[in-house]
């Protein structure tokens, strides 16, 4: 099983990029999902999740109101929105599959799979 990242780019702030995420091999129906992200020189970081029952959704402070995480099942696919970006939004993103959400915290279960990463890079 394979989740394939595409998306990421490089994007003056105040602009916007859309993620998408697509699992090939297998399905992650059953599964929560959600995006991490890892900047130069700090620790990977959870973007926002999607709980595997009833699709209850949490985002990291720094992104609410800012990005929007959705799922297709049809397509076995995860996207992210990502809206009025900054600086500071500069990482790789990851998607996952198992992540978990427990109350309003997103965190990776640890039996899931990780895509291959995009670079998502804002800058004047």
């Known amino acids: 099983f394979q989740l394939q990242a595409s998306g990421g780019g490089s994007v003056q702030p105040g602009g916007s990029l859309r993620l998408s995420c697509v699992g090939s091999g297998g399905r992650f129906d059953d599964l929560g999902v959600g995006w991490f992200r890892q900047a130069p020189g700090m620790e990977r970081e959870a973007v926002s999740c999607i709980k595997d029952t009833g699709g209850r959704i949490v985002y990291a402070d720094s992104v609410k109101d800012r990005f929007i995480i959705s799922r297709d099942f049809a397509k076995n696919a995860v996207y992210l929105q990502m809206n009025s970006l900054r600086p500071e939004d500069t990482a790789v993103y990851y998607c996952?599959?198992?992540?978990?959400?427990?109350?309003?915290?997103?965190?990776?279960?640890?039996?899931?799979?990780w895509g291959q990463g995009t670079l998502v890079t804002v800058s004047s």
């Open positions: 996952v599959t198992d992540a978990l959400v427990i109350g309003e915290v997103c965190t990776y279960g640890g039996f899931g799979s």
